[in-house]
């Protein structure tokens, strides 16, 4: 059977505050639209988190509808779910709106039956698609595992899922569905874990525009997948080049100076820039980087966007004005002086947060693998 699909996920329209940064994400998902339209794709598939929330600013919903009418005009139908980012407990999301305007079909149709989860097939020409919808926190999990699926005999089987699998986190500390344990489908198209992963017909699709500024510097660009007769094409699109740039202070006073001298010996102009800062101040405080300097010196160099990183800066011992007299007691002092000076109940979460937030990203961990493992584990600190 002749079949050619274009498989969407974690466009997260609306996502980034930054305009410039905005506009791109959008720009991106503009990208695979026009490739699915000039490919002559039979169908797209989207796996969830389409937009950043469950209820999109007008301005996204307006550029997303634009979007979904020219694959409408085009007869490119739509199939898809939520995701954790666009999922309302309420089940009620804009993702209905799109699907009332008849640019879209929302495949994740389900009903309990004894212990299991029935999913039912949305039926397009010869084939059944299948699906369920991602949460928040991967509350989805467990209901995903008791999965089963209302027989479609001699159909092409495609089940949209917004979740994690275990082989694709490998021995990460994450809640994951076993794969194994899954119906037998003929492609598993799935989003969430914004990860460019392809294993026999198990598919993550890749974010159409990275989400967070770990995944601008880890994959640099946007993807998604065309599937054609049983072969996977993975799409990248780059519309603008990251730049990444590491400086490390120790004088906060003439830390912007130093850093227009690092910028100096780059190619700025129209790349996103990236600007690490790492490092212990011994003279002055973070609050006295003049960053006024530095925005207007990228602004002149003709930036596309620019993104501050200040997570490894560090003021010295000295600005602590703690006394102690072994390092090991370092954290525990800084607590009980915050908590002399700034009583709440809150405090009593101080320490199991600050340990959690001490964890460090492993080797083969994706950043937005790692991010959902932090998040989790804060969330169960503070019973949410």
Not at 6 to 11: I, M, N, P, R, V
Not at 116 to 132: D, I, R
């Amino acid at each position: 059977m002749a079949l050619k699909f274009t498989h969407l996920g974690d466009c997260h329209l609306g996502g980034w505050k930054q305009p410039a940064l905005r506009l791109l994400n959008f720009q991106s998902f503009q990208r695979a639209i026009d490739k699915s339209i000039s490919e002559k794709v039979d169908f797209v598939i989207i796996t969830g988190d389409l937009f950043d929330a469950a209820y999109p600013s007008i301005e996204t919903l307006k550029e997303a509808f634009h979007e979904f009418k020219r694959l409408y005009i085009e007869r490119i139908p739509v199939f898809l779910i939520a995701g954790s980012h666009d999922y309302s407990a309420s089940g009620k999301t804009f993702l209905d709106v799109l699907e009332k305007a008849g640019f879209c079909r929302n495949v994740a149709i389900s009903e309990e039956r004894n212990d299991s989860l029935m999913l039912h097939p949305t039926l397009y020409k010869n084939v059944a698609l299948y699906g369920y919808p991602g949460k928040k926190t991967g509350l989805e999990v467990d209901d995903i595992q008791r999965i089963k699926l209302h027989d479609a005999p001699g159909m092409f089987k495609i089940l949209l899922l917004h979740t994690a699998i275990k082989d694709a986190v490998g021995n990460l500390p994450i809640k994951a569905v076993d794969h194994e344990k899954l119906p037998k489908v003929d492609y598993l198209a799935l989003s969430h874990l914004h990860v460019l992963y392809n294993r026999q017909n198990r598919v993550y699709s890749g974010p159409t525009f990275p989400n967070s500024l770990l995944e601008l510097e880890e994959l640099r660009a946007g993807y998604f997948c065309i599937f054609e007769n049983g072969k996977i094409r993975r799409e990248e699109i780059k519309i603008k080049e990251v730049l990444s740039v590491n400086c490390v202070i120790d004088d906060a006073r003439e830390a912007a100076s130093k850093i227009v001298s690092s910028l100096d010996k780059e190619h700025l102009r129209d790349k996103i820039l990236i600007l690490k800062l790492s490092g212990i101040i011994q003279k002055g405080k973070i609050s006295d980087i003049d960053f006024k300097i530095i925005d207007e010196y990228v602004r002149k160099r003709e930036v596309f966007a620019f993104i501050k990183s200040t997570s490894k800066l560090y003021l010295s011992e000295n600005e602590l004005k703690i006394d102690i007299t072994e390092t090991n007691n370092l954290e525990e002092n800084i607590i009980n002086k915050f908590e002399e000076n700034h009583p709440s109940r809150f405090n009593a979460f101080v320490p199991s947060l600050m340990k959690v937030l001490q964890v460090e990203k492993l080797d083969e961990e994706r950043s937005s693998v790692f991010e959902e493992r932090i998040l989790s584990d804060i969330k169960k600190i503070l019973s949410l």
